[in-house]
């Protein structure tokens, strides 16, 4: 699998470093007993006359949290509902008929989405192994869009994505980058190529498992003017409360990350040992990580019942530690292993993490 940038991610025009931006972008300005932090705006409406008018169209607390998510990814951020409201606005931009080249191991709901497009005769859909650049470059002739998710969830593929950037960009199709899983301190799609940044907000962003958001990430002005058009149209918007506790999270994104990222490597070294477990996978860097149990799918059942620290429950990228067999969701992608269990490593002790695991993986 190609290597990925890890951090430190070099210092923005700004001159400042991912981890004091984290801190310090979308603060209120420095004036006599102004707050330190963005005010939580509840405004469904505003006093007419103004850029915003009407609270679909705009909201402080989400602006706040939208230029510091934008100064890490190095573009202008927009905050949506959910993950899958931002992936819907984005797939609303395909003309009719058009092509979209998707991973095949894409988050489950991305691929729904896809699937529901293509039954409707509204795109048409070609599925591909991400980590194959020729064969997502062949995928791409006549494509309109192609949809990057690295690493994949659940099977943790890594796109190459200067190259695949590159072949798209050589077909004229626009280029989609899932950054989920990597957030944008171990991974920015923008100065890899890519001109679109999408991002279930939900997990690492927030990070608290207490709030549901999206967000999409673009440098191009016209492409800004264009997304958000959508979100107004579709009116995807964010919650002002969800809006305000992922900024809340943004602030310590980078120690989170750092320690969660620590975990899953000494976690990953401990597992690649363990004789239930017959494969690990995990692309390097990040806090996901799946394994395969040699006791298959019941096992990997009993595993998730069994443990008293890890929280059995799906979504990911919070300070807690969560599992889930992935395929007891009918949904989710055939080729994933029926065995295969994601574990969203969280910001806890290491030890004990691995004794609440070793346990559970020992349980009859
Ligand atoms: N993209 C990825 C990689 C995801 O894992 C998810 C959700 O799990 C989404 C998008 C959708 O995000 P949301 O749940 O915020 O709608």
């Not at 590159?166 to 991974?187: M, R, Y």
């Not at 990228?317 to 029926?338: D, M, N, Q």
Request: proline share 6%.
């Amino acid at each position: 699998m190609p290597e990925q940038p890890s951090s430190p991610v070099p210092a923005g025009s700004d001159g400042l470093r991912p981890a004091t931006r984290a801190v310090h972008a979308g603060r209120p300005a420095r004036t006599p007993d102004a707050p330190l932090n963005t005010p939580l705006t509840m405004a469904a409406t505003y006093v007419g006359g103004g850029d915003v008018e009407y609270g679909r169209y705009g909201n402080p607390t989400w602006l706040a949290f939208e230029e510091t998510l934008g100064s890490l990814e190095g573009g202008r951020a927009l905050a949506f509902s959910s993950g899958l409201a931002a992936v819907a606005a984005l797939l609303d931009l395909v003309a009719p008929d058009g092509v979209v080249v998707a991973p095949q191991h894409s988050y489950q709901g991305t691929l729904g989405q896809l699937g529901d497009l293509e039954l409707r005769g509204r795109v048409r859909t070609r599925l591909v192994d991400i980590e194959d650049v020729d064969a997502v470059t062949a995928a791409c002739e006549d494509a309109a869009l192609l949809w990057i998710e690295s690493p994949t969830n659940p099977a943790l593929e890594v796109a190459d994505i200067p190259a695949l950037a590159a072949a798209a960009h050589a077909a004229g199709a626009t280029v989609v980058v899932d950054n989920t899983f990597a957030t944008p301190l171990l991974q920015q799609p923008l100065d890899l190529g890519a001109d679109v940044v999408l991002h279930s907000a939900t997990k690492f962003l927030a990070g608290h498992s207490d709030a549901l958001l999206g967000a999409v990430v673009v440098r191009d002005p016209q492409l800004y003017d264009v997304v958000k058009g959508r979100r107004d149209l579709l009116g995807a918007v964010p919650g002002t409360l969800e809006a305000w506790l992922a900024l809340r999270g943004l602030r310590t994104l980078h120690l989170r990350v750092e320690r969660a990222q620590a975990n899953a490597a000494e976690l990953v070294r401990r597992l690649e040992a363990h004789p239930a477990v017959s494969r690990v996978r995990y692309p390097g860097f990040g806090a996901i990580v799946a394994i395969e149990l040699t006791g298959g799918p019941l096992a990997a059942d009993l595993l998730c019942r069994s443990t008293s620290l890890w929280v059995f429950a799906t979504s990911l990228g919070g300070v807690e530690s969560t599992l889930e067999r992935r395929r007891r969701w009918k949904t989710e992608a055939a080729t994933i292993p029926e065995s295969l269990v994601r574990l969203s490593v969280g910001v806890e002790d290491v030890d004990d993490l691995w004794d609440d695991l070793v346990a559970a993986l020992e349980a009859r």
